[in-house]
């Protein structure tokens, strides 16, 4: 798995009593983590040193792509000038959408099914030589 993650194991899905109490602290956590206030979104803080997040990336259509890396690089100023963006200009929590990780998720099904065809061991039929 690329990014763990408490909320997205069937674990917590599985049992809506326990999404409902962990909701309001995952919306908590996020407000207080501080990356909306730099304009980014929760999937521009997945490590890149993956080569599953790598054959996700690129994947992007080139606007994500491009607006991904604007993110990145307008955080990375305000944090060398230790300054945060305008409020306006914050990631507002409907923005915050997983644009990568649907594509991350789609990469490691395939790279399981690919491992699983190649683990497969083909055995030939015998065949009765009486019978033919």
């Not at 991350?104 to 683990?119: C, F, H, N, T």
Request: hydrophobic share 40%; net charge neutral.
């Amino acid at each position: 798995m690329s990014a763990p993650s408490l909320a997205r194991t069937s674990f917590v899905r599985n049992r809506p009593w326990l999404q409902k109490w962990l909701q309001p602290m995952a919306e908590w956590y996020k407000n207080a983590a501080g990356y909306r206030q730099l304009g980014l979104k929760a999937d521009d803080l997945i490590p890149e040193e993956n080569d599953v997040v790598q054959l996700a990336l690129k994947r992007l259509p080139p606007k994500e792509a491009y607006d991904r890396v604007f993110r990145l690089r307008r955080a990375f100023q305000c944090s060398v000038s230790h300054q945060l963006l305008p409020k306006e200009e914050w990631t507002k929590p409907e923005e915050d959408d997983l644009y990568l990780t649907k594509i991350i998720d789609q990469v490691e099904a395939e790279m399981k099914e690919r491992d699983d065809l190649e683990a497969m061991v083909i055995e030939k039929r015998k065949t009765n030589a009486a019978s033919h």
